[in-house]
């Protein structure tokens, strides 16, 4: 049996559109056993009443892919999945999905795959590398796809840093909110964005929380669609005025996080009282960044 224990992750990071994310210390287990035959999925905590228990379980498919790619055939396959990353709120379920099932497929056949191999794998399953590459690496990570691989680099969270995350009572499919966003943006919209990364991936580096208010601005995604989230503009005005570093959409939403050094308890509670003003139920979490990435923490 092999238990691998995957971080929740944030991405985009404002401004970083499909390049940059985090992890966070929040995590799901994902336990896969060979079988002689069949497929048996269990499922608790968050999303057990939502996620899929037969073949089209993601854990599962990606799963497939590995042992599709290596050439191991298992008879049968025996799933668990015990979650606390909530679903299809913008924190990474299905990436720590994805990347937990990739993992343990890979362990299962022989571990033939590195991490670089693996990284790909799962991009092509989730589309792009913004929240997989923190989940398998930990950490804050730029990274996207180029030559047929992803190209990435890792960098510290800053010291004292933690992550406010105001998680709404509602599901935003992230291809519902990909649907929103327009084909084309300006070039001075572009340039906005393109400074603000830049400026952004600079303070993380140095640990320059002052920044971050400027650098995590972005013109690309979060007004399209904040309009599938009610009071999220009063909720990012309200952290800020209670001390937020930083606010932004986690990932397509409709989860938001402030980044923040100090007012913890007090930034938590306004964005949760902001949002319930706008008859949105919501669970707020104080997290710290997930410096370690997935890891097996059984084998046998």
Same mark, same amino acid.
């Given at each position: 049996m092999i238990r691998v224990q995957v971080p929740a992750t944030t991405a985009n990071l404002g401004p970083g559109f499909d390049c940059l994310g985090m992890a966070l210390e929040l995590h799901n287990i994902i336990e896969v056993l060979p079988l002689a035959h069949g497929v048996a999925i269990e499922v608790s905590g968050e999303g057990a009443a939502e996620i899929a228990r037969d073949e089209r379980n993601i854990v599962f498919q990606a799963a497939q892919r590995v042992f599709q790619q290596v050439g191991f055939i298992p008879g049968g396959?025996?799933?668990?999945?015990?979650?606390?990353?909530?679903?299809?709120?913008?924190?990474?379920?299905?990436?720590?999905?994805?990347?937990?099932?990739?993992?343990?497929?890979?362990i299962i056949s022989g571990g033939h795959l590195t991490i670089r191999e693996m990284l790909p794998l799962a991009a092509s399953l989730e589309g792009h590398p913004d929240n997989v590459a923190p989940a398998f690496l930990g950490g804050i990570v730029v990274s996207l796809m180029a030559d047929g691989e992803?190209?990435?680099?890792?960098?510290?969270?800053?010291?004292?840093?933690? @992550?406010?995350? #105001?998680?709404?009572? %509602?599901? $935003?499919?992230? !291809?519902?909110?990909? *649907?929103?966003?327009?084909?084309?943006?300006?070039?001075?919209?572009?340039?906005?964005?393109?400074?603000?990364?830049?400026?952004?991936?600079?303070?993380?580096?140095?640990?320059?929380?002052?920044?971050?208010?400027?650098?995590?601005?972005?013109?690309?995604?979060?007004?399209?669609?904040?309009?599938?989230?009610?009071?999220?503009?009063?909720?990012?005005?309200?952290?800020?005025?209670?001390?937020?570093?930083?606010?932004?959409?986690?990932?397509?939403?409709?989860?938001? @996080?402030?980044? #923040?050094?100090?007012? %913890?308890? $007090?930034?938590? !509670?306004?964005?949760? *009282?902001?949002?319930?003003?706008?008859?949105?139920?919501?669970?707020v979490m104080i997290l710290k960044p997930g410096t370690v990435g997935a890891r097996a923490l059984e084998v046998r």
């Open positions: 396959i025996k799933i668990r999945l015990i979650n606390q990353i909530p679903v299809a709120r913008g924190l990474g379920s299905s990436t720590a999905a994805i990347v937990g099932g990739i993992i343990a497929a890979n992803v190209k990435y680099l890792k960098i510290t969270p800053p010291a004292g840093l933690k @992550v406010v995350a #105001a998680v709404p009572d %509602f599901a $935003l499919p992230t !291809r519902t909110a990909r *649907d929103l966003l327009p084909q084309q943006i300006s070039f001075q919209d572009a340039a906005f964005n393109v400074g603000r990364v830049a400026l952004l991936v600079a303070a993380l580096h140095q640990g320059d929380l002052s920044l971050l208010n400027t650098a995590m601005e972005d013109r690309m995604h979060q007004f399209f669609r904040s309009t599938l989230i009610p009071g999220m503009r009063k909720v990012v005005a309200a952290a800020k005025l209670a001390g937020a570093r930083g606010v932004t959409l986690s990932g397509a939403g409709p989860t938001v @996080v402030a980044f #923040a050094d100090s007012n %913890f308890d $007090l930034i938590a !509670r306004v964005m949760g *009282d902001t949002f319930r003003e706008s008859n949105v139920k919501v669970k």
